[in-house]
């Protein structure tokens, strides 16, 4: 029988829920509302209307160039997590069809690697990166961020993988497939929304990294993490103007982050229910 | 053709052994069930014949040549599995032509071979369906077909209607059965099932504990049990075993009486005892009954004979129908 649940304890819930919403949702709106304000009008203190003015979406682009952090957010995203994908699934693909007694413990160690704080390596991984010559470029911050995020992608291709019964792998093989047969007309196909949903999570994630983005670029690889960041120096603080390079900086990912907000829901919650 | 012949097969998984060594021979055409209960090896055993598990030592052969490390596809062989392992991305159409498209068989043979095995089966209206929208009966059909057309020497059943109810469950085994008649190739049938396996098969497996109890004919088996667990097994409702002096007055160590060989009578027989139970099925009624200096007995009365519980009724066992064991269960 389902819980009677009386009208005015669905309202305190929906009231709390938009409260709650609201909360998470304000810093975004406000850092909009901030962009189109003057720099004295944001100084002056928390005001919901702003006058408007589009000049510091001007000025952040004649001050500095915003198409090449955005660029480099593009090209490090999805190199990283095409990289990550092409490691994470036959990883996710051999621990799911054909464990061994060690699978368990190697995704736990794995997932280890991230309990660690960033800042507990940040020197070894600056001299390497000053010693190899991938200071500042492309291909060095692409390599971290596929590193950074590869437990996750292979945890989550791990889970989902689980879920395809392997009868249906031994029923292709019984039919005469090869193992690339396998895999291009029964297990892709199959696996297609958990791919997708996973690779999704991790251009958002690798969009939104800013601790190693920050450190280990300047001005040739920056992504646009770093962008927002610059602002903040050398000149003191320009509020309206930091609101309107971060605005700019979020609006990508956030766009496709609504588009795409059903297969991530299903990709995050994946195995949660059978 | 389809001839298997398993030579000193072992599968072990570590130090535990599944199937110690078996040798079984299985002719062209025969109808073959292994029976037994959960987690005796049947399906393991038959996952070796097919390829999908390797044998720890011992020689399959099919049609005389060596496939113990062999593919599964290069065997020759298609299997049936328990959850029908559709592909749900593809239509009815598309699963049953996969193994030919596998094949790379040509577009005509795929077509004119998936339309006559759908209409060996009833498909023909389901084509372009996925098997989301297919009952259970119809998606253990296109994993039918899907076998069907890759005219394999042997097909290899794995519990294939343990998903569906009782009433399909009886439909598809007619199915099947009439299928062997049909296609005339050799069927090997895994299942738990006893009623299955006697109704189905030319030649019954026993198997327990991976060890393969007894090999033959339904009827053989019926009749002739070699020990208890076979004679336990086979039949239903179970056989009743009896020990002690009255095992003893037939120089046994135990005597077994199936539920039908027992006569009937309210006013006299050879053991007397009180109805518990009657369970009444119509044409028979099945009665537990508490036997003085036996233990529990199961009779099967004819539908009309009416007992009540507590009822004093007499019972006689056929006696050219009882079978004896030694003490090691042996049959004597």
Redesign the interface.
Same mark, same amino acid.
């Given at each position: 029988m389902a819980r009677a649940v009386s009208t005015r304890r669905k309202w305190i819930a929906t009231a709390a829920a938009w409260v709650v919403a609201l909360v998470i949702f304000f810093p975004i709106f406000y850092m909009v509302v901030t962009s189109l304000k003057t720099e004295p009008e944001a100084i002056a203190g928390i005001s919901l209307i702003p006058s408007g003015t589009f000049e510091n979406y001007v000025e952040v682009q004649t001050q500095r160039d915003y198409f090449k952090p955005f660029l480099n957010s593009v090209i490090i995203s999805l190199g990283s997590t095409l990289i990550a994908l092409l490691i994470a699934i036959p990883a996710a693909w051999s621990m799911a069809f054909s464990p061994t007694r060690r699978t368990k413990d190697i995704l736990m160690w794995m997932l280890s690697t991230k309990m660690m704080p960033a800042v507990g390596v940040l020197v070894p991984m600056f001299l390497i990166f000053r010693d190899t010559g991938l200071l500042d470029t492309r291909i060095g911050l692409t390599v971290v961020l596929t590193l950074i995020n590869l437990p996750i992608v292979v945890w989550m291709l791990y889970t989902y993988f689980r879920e395809i019964?392997g009868?249906?792998l031994? #029923? #292709?093989?019984?039919?005469? #497939?090869?193992l690339m047969?396998e895999i291009v007309?029964?297990l892709t196909?199959?696996a297609v929304p958990g791919i997708a949903s996973t690779m999704l999570l991790n251009i958002i994630l690798a969009w939104n990294e800013a601790f190693w983005s920050i450190r280990l670029s300047a001005a040739n690889a920056a992504p646009l993490t770093a962008f927002i960041a610059s602002f903040s120096s050398p000149q003191g603080l320009f509020w309206a103007k930091l609101s309107a390079a971060s605005t700019l900086a979020i609006a990508p990912i956030l766009i496709m982050g609504w588009f795409s907000q059903r297969q991530l829901v299903r990709g995050l919650t994946f195995g949660a229910v059978k | 053709m389809g001839n298997i012949t398993l030579k000193n097969v072992h599968k072990a998984f570590g130090a535990t052994v599944i199937i110690p060594d078996i040798d079984l021979e299985i002719s062209d055409g025969e109808f073959v069930v292994f029976v037994g209960p959960s987690g005796c090896g049947k399906s393991t055993l038959l996952r070796l014949i %097919?390829g $999908?598990e390797d044998t720890t030592s011992g020689t399959i052969l099919i049609d005389g040549a060596d496939m113990t490390g062999e593919? !599964?596809?290069k065997r020759g $062989?298609?299997?049936v599995?328990?959850?029908y %392992? $559709?592909? !749900?991305?593809m239509s009815v159409y598309n699963n049953i032509a996969?193994?030919l498209k596998? %094949?790379k068989a040509d577009k005509e043979t795929i077509d004119a071979k998936v339309r006559a095995a759908a209409q060996t089966l009833n498909l023909t209206a389901y084509l372009e369906r996925r098997p989301g929208q297919l009952s259970g009966g119809q998606r253990q059909r296109v994993a039918i077909g899907?076998a069907i057309v890759?005219q394999p020497s042997a097909f290899l059943f794995d519990e294939p209607l343990s998903n569906l109810d009782a009433a399909l469950r009886g439909t598809m085994r007619l199915e099947i059965s009439e299928l062997h008649q049909q296609l005339k190739t050799t069927m090997i049938y895994v299942t738990h099932d006893q009623v299955e396996a006697m109704t189905m098969a030319d030649k019954i497996v026993v198997l327990n504990a991976g060890n393969i109890e007894q090999v033959g004919s339904p009827l053989d088996l019926y009749r002739s049990p070699r020990n208890l667990f076979v004679a336990g097994f086979i039949g239903s409702p179970r056989m009743n075993f009896v020990t002690g002096e009255e095992a003893a007055r037939h120089n046994a160590a135990t005597i077994g009486v199936r539920p039908e060989h027992i006569r009937l009578s309210t006013t006299e027989g050879a053991w007397k005892g009180v109805v518990g139970v009657a369970e009444h099925l119509g044409s028979d009624t099945f009665l537990h009954i508490q036997v003085e200096g036996i233990g529990q007995v199961t009779a099967r009365a004819d539908g009309e004979f009416t007992v009540h519980h507590g009822d004093a009724v007499w019972l006689t066992p056929e006696p050219t129908k009882i079978h004896r064991f030694d003490a090691d269960g042996n049959a004597i």
């Open positions: 019964p009868e249906i031994e #029923a #292709a093989r019984m039919d005469g #497939a090869t047969g007309y029964v196909p199959m | %097919a $999908l593919a !599964p596809a $062989l298609a299997m599995f328990q959850s %392992a $559709l592909y !749900p991305h996969f193994p596998m %094949a899907r890759r």
